[in-house]
């Protein structure tokens, strides 16, 4: 059984780091587009192309993190409290002593990495055209997967508990 101060500080570390990811990055791109006054380098509009390949991974991507975290979940219960071999030396082995609630924040970080994607995108997107409105398309979407993706109570707890169970 883990701890209730325990859940309730990977709680609090889970919703500082999807302030971070979420919000504080993507407000910082904002504004740095916006102090960036950019002229189009290619006068005529050869990349909405690669803008629309670029549009179509970012609807992609954060669904990609579901199976990453599939793979990294199933990767943690089979070789928790084994000796594993870590790096190239043979002598260098250790005991996995991850904790459910730290490897529940190294999984976290991982979504939000993957959402975050989404507002680089669209930063890379406003590089190349020098519109912001195709930058404001890719917050869009980077602001629907915030939402589904934000780190909820009741769920972070439910997953700790059950990896702390194994």
Known sequence: MIPDEELDRRVRHGRLLALLFLVVMPAAYLIYAYFLKLERFNPDDSHHFMIYVIFIVAFICPPISI??????????????????????????????????????????????????????????????????????????????????????????????QSLGEI
């Open 67 to 160: 199976i990453v975290k599939k793979f990294q979940i199933g990767n943690y219960r089979q070789n928790r409290g084994k000796v594993v071999k870590q790096g190239l030396l043979p002598f260098k082995k250790r005991e996995i002593k991850m904790t459910p609630g730290q490897f529940y924040i190294n999984l976290l970080i991982v979504q939000l990495s993957f959402v975050e994607s989404v507002y680089i995108y669209g930063l890379i997107t406003y590089f190349i055209s020098a519109e912001m409105v195709n930058l404001l398309y890719f917050y869009i979407i980077g602001i629907i997967w915030s939402v589904i993706f934000w780190p909820r109570e009741e769920k972070t707890k439910t997953f700790i």
